[in-house]
């Protein structure tokens, strides 16, 4: 196939790439600056090129949409309206773009945070009410994408809702966990035993390749996630393990509870991130179930482990 792929500079982007031309594929890079070090059979452009039509549209056969303005725990006021001109505009302005040149595959990532939290597991077709700017942008983002495949019976339109995404090169998510375990400090509150859905860079990008290529009209969403759910005390296990770290050590709950608020204060007067705040406490007790049932009953298969992924983002962190 020939794919555009927006915001292929970013973590997920580059992860993308890689597997799309492993598997035959071919296409056009996009990103605000031109993408580099691309796999054979694709070329960097511009955004902006591509959008005052520098790029030959017709032999274009599905655009995978992933620019994107990322979640941050307290946005600025200028951030909050980032994510609105990026993930919603940004998503206006893709979307037109395939329908004056005819693109009638569009894929879209979207996020968890576009869905209410909940305290047990969320299927696709959970409620669409975020509690955070981001999610509300994402959300509003999902809803432009339905209206657009609701217009022309011919297209369709994937929606993919990944769980947090870790891997090679991450410094988000699962990064700062892990750095946590190796460096010997606290990791855990409590017993750990919120569950988190998460997913490694490598199965997102064959989920997306997988929905890319899929021959089927309309609009459906599928959440991406490793194949387990495992408790964040596994997970912490599991990374120790791989590691040869010492076993994961822990705050007792009632002094997280106590040392949260201070670390808002620290937090405001120095405007720096402190390792505990209300809002992270919160985040870490939140439980985020998200399964990938829906996605692998349509045929898809999972390319490595959760276990096998946090490996592959330990030999890069090592290496670095």
């Not at 390792?275 to 919160?282: D, G, I, Q």
Request: proline share 6%; net charge neutral.
């Amino acid at each position: 196939m020939n794919i555009l792929v927006t915001g292929a500079r970013g973590f997920v982007g580059r992860g993308l790439l890689t597997v799309l031309a492993a598997s035959g594929h071919s296409g056009t890079a996009t990103g605000r600056v031109v993408p580099s070090h691309l796999p054979a059979g694709w070329r960097g452009m511009s955004r902006d090129e591509v959008l005052s039509g520098g790029s030959r549209a017709d032999a274009i056969e599905a655009i995978v949409h992933l620019e994107v303005k990322q979640h941050c725990a307290r946005p600025t006021p200028a951030e909050a309206h980032s994510f609105t001109t990026v993930n919603v505009g940004g998503t206006h302005v893709w979307l037109d773009w395939a329908a004056i040149h005819g693109v009638r595959r569009f894929v879209h990532l979207s996020s968890i945070k576009a869905v209410s939290p909940c305290s047990h597991q969320q299927c696709e077709d959970a409620p669409l009410h975020p509690d955070t700017p981001y999610g509300q942008s994402k959300a509003l983002a999902e809803r432009a994408v339905r209206l657009w495949a609701e217009k022309d019976h011919l297209r369709s339109a994937m929606i993919l809702r990944p769980a947090p995404v870790y891997g090679p090169g991450n410094e988000a998510n699962l990064a700062a966990f892990v750095r946590q375990i190796l460096a010997g400090k606290p990791s855990l509150v409590g017993r750990g035993e919120t569950q988190k859905s998460v997913v490694s860079r490598l199965n997102l990008a064959a989920a997306i390749e997988f929905v890319a290529t899929q021959q089927s009209t309309g609009c459906e969403v599928f959440n991406v996630s490793d194949s387990n759910t495992l408790s964040l005390n596994q997970l912490a296990d599991i990374i120790a393990e791989i590691s040869e770290a010492p076993a994961p050590k822990r705050i007792p709950s009632l002094l997280a509870h106590c040392v949260a608020p201070l670390g808002d204060m620290i937090s405001v007067l120095t405007g720096r991130d402190f390792p505990l705040t209300t809002a992270r406490l919160k985040a870490i007790h939140e439980t985020s179930i998200f399964p990938c049932d829906k996605l692998v009953a349509a045929g898809f298969s999972h390319r490595q482990s959760t276990r096998e992924g946090l490996s592959e983002m330990l030999t890069w962190m090592r290496a670095e």
